[in-house]
């Protein structure tokens, strides 16, 4: 199967990641949920051992099914990498290739520099067992080498694709920036109107009538006065007050949820 030709006109969606004949399909449904994990969606196959589509690789992918659904299987290198302009060999050594060598940062930004003048851009990654031959690390631009720790420095194909499309995400945040969920709504911070929050002091003051708590009705004021400048400091918004109000409800005693909801103010909700 050959790569599609020409140019994308859209803003390019992160580096192919392209597995050279991978073994197992396990193997390629963890990289399928690495690449989803930090945003890569575009994984192609070269000569997979087992053959495509890979049931095992689904499973493994643990519902990353738009990486799998959207695989792609060529032949050979060469017809993995047609259409990408610059495309980077991940290896532990340079097999006496003159290519400059890049760790995962270096090659991150490299991609990101690539990618943002519309180059389609592309990782290489070899066999599990042996990596990549000197032919196939021909046709990238560059070389990536991992920074482990020499007396144990194996990396299995996820692990390495993780550590590279982790790089490739950070490289695009912003300083201190952190990617969140979509849709995730903004925390309400905003204080509760002054109605409520004395319904919540009113609301303890009289759970604390039976209990002793005062000790004698002398130091009641000064005591119902400490309470209140206490719960006053927080801010507490409408959310916080109904949940302080139904965890009084249920110290008084009140034994349905319905009792304690109509404490906290959410029996119509």
Do not use: C
């Not at 550590?163 to 490289?171: H, I, P, R």
């Not at 009289?206 to 009705?217: F, I, K, V």
């Not at 130091?219 to 801010?235: D, I």
Request: proline content about 6%; charged content about 25%.
């Amino acid at each position: 199967m050959s790569g599609e030709s020409g140019a994308k006109t859209a803003q390019v969606p992160g580096p192919a990641i392209i597995l050279v004949e991978p073994q197992l399909g396990e193997n390629i449904g963890m990289v399928a949920r690495a690449m989803a994990n930090f945003g890569l969606s575009d994984l192609r196959l070269v000569a997979p051992r087992d053959g495509w589509p890979n049931e095992k690789a689904r499973a493994a992918a643990s519902r990353a099914d738009h990486v799998i659904d959207a695989v792609r299987v060529y032949d050979n290198v060469a017809d993995a990498v047609a259409e990408l302009r610059f495309v980077l060999a991940t290896t532990a050594r340079t097999r006496e290739i003159p290519k400059e060598v890049l760790g995962p940062r270096e090659a991150a930004a490299a991609l990101r520099e690539h990618e943002s003048l519309g180059q389609e851009t592309g990782l290489l990654f070899g066999r599990e067992r042996w990596g990549l031959v000197n032919e196939e690390i021909a046709y990238a631009d560059k070389i990536v080498t991992f920074p482990v720790n020499p007396s144990f420095a194996s990396l299995n194909l996820a692990q390495s694709v993780l550590l590279m499309s982790y790089e490739w995400l950070q490289s695009g945040l912003g300083e201190g920036e952190l990617p969140t969920r979509a849709g995730l709504p903004e925390l309400d911070e905003m204080p509760a109107p002054k109605a409520e929050l004395v319904g919540l002091m009113e609301h303890l003051e009289s759970a604390l009538e039976p209990t002793g708590y005062y000790r004698t009705e002398e130091k009641r004021p000064v005591m119902v006065r400490n309470l209140r400048a206490m719960l006053q400091r927080p801010g507490f918004t409408t959310t916080e007050i109904r949940a302080l109000r139904g965890v009084v409800a249920a110290l008084e005693g009140r034994k349905t949820k319905r009792d304690i909801a109509r404490a906290a103010g959410e029996e119509d909700e």
